[in-house]
């Protein structure tokens, strides 16, 4: 079982920055794949990032287009603790932020779909002002 809190939404202008935390609960954290999914009103959840373990201390990262260069997710084993920077923000970006974790590896396609991930955080808002 796998508990997730998410915190770090808010409202910024455009061209700004926010951080979005998304603490676990759970003693096989370092290799849980992580990843963040978004929902804006009126339109279905989408995938934004993921980091999954690749062994040893390696990690595995991909992003959606859409945030590519300007998102970058990563991860603090010894916090249970997965992140979000998001910079260079754009209205578009206005959306839901969900957390969402599976213990098994995930890879290629599979880490972009939510269906592949059991476990979700309650989200947080993230509004960006034009």
């Known amino acids: 079982q796998v508990q997730l809190v998410e915190s770090g939404g808010g409202l910024v202008q455009a061209g700004g920055s926010l951080r979005l935390s998304c603490a676990a609960s759970g003693r096989t954290f370092s290799s849980t794949t992580m990843g963040w999914f978004r929902q804006a009103p009126g339109k279905e959840r989408e995938f934004v990032a993921a980091?999954?373990?690749?062994?040893?201390?390696?990690?595995?990262?991909d992003y959606a287009d859409s945030v590519k260069g300007r998102f970058t997710i990563s991860r603090d084993n010894a916090k249970n603790t997965v992140y979000l920077q998001m910079n260079s923000l754009k209205p578009e970006d206005t959306a839901v932020y969900y957390c969402?974790?599976?213990?098994?590896?995930?890879?290629?396609?599979?880490?972009?779909?939510?269906?592949?991930?059991?476990?979700w955080g309650q989200g947080t808002q993230v509004t960006v002002s034009s």
């Open positions: 969402a974790a599976q213990t098994s590896q995930l890879a290629g396609r599979t880490l972009k779909r939510d269906q592949n991930y059991r476990y």
């Open positions: 980091i999954s373990w690749s062994g040893g201390s390696t990690y595995y990262v």
